[in-house]
């Protein structure tokens, strides 16, 4: 079965961190680039990190640059967000896609819920 599924999301307080995992299954996920989304309530889905299929270096929206950070394991065909000195403007729906645009990405998960709150 193809499927691209998020986890690792919760509660946490301002200033934590958090870790999502984007795991993949029935595909090589390396194969493709990795776009990290996210969908704050009432706003618009975003692109916060965009990770290049080859070589290269992701790319960071201005808002998250420094404090988050996506790697990968290849060996696990999972890629991850690690997202440090959160701030309750990241409360969001997390999504990962094949692509760092959403219109065009073969596959997505279903998102998780990251909420920063005191």
């Known amino acids: 079965q193809v499927q691209l599924e998020e986890s690792g999301g919760g509660w946490v307080q301002p200033g934590g961190s958090l870790k999502l995992s984007c795991g993949a299954s029935g595909f090589i996920l390396d194969y493709y680039q990795v776009g990290w989304f996210r969908q704050a309530p009432g706003k618009e889905r975003e692109l916060i990190a965009c990770?290049?299929?080859?070589?290269?270096?992701?790319s960071y929206k201005d808002s998250v640059k420094g404090r988050f950070t996506v790697s990968k394991d290849t060996a696990k065909n999972t890629v991850y967000l690690q997202m440090s000195n959160l701030e309750p403007e990241d409360t969001a729906l997390y999504y990962c896609a094949t692509d760092c645009l959403w219109s065009v990405a073969l596959y997505w998960g279903r998102g998780a819920q990251v909420i920063v709150s005191s």
């Open positions: 990770m290049p299929s080859i070589e290269g270096d992701t």
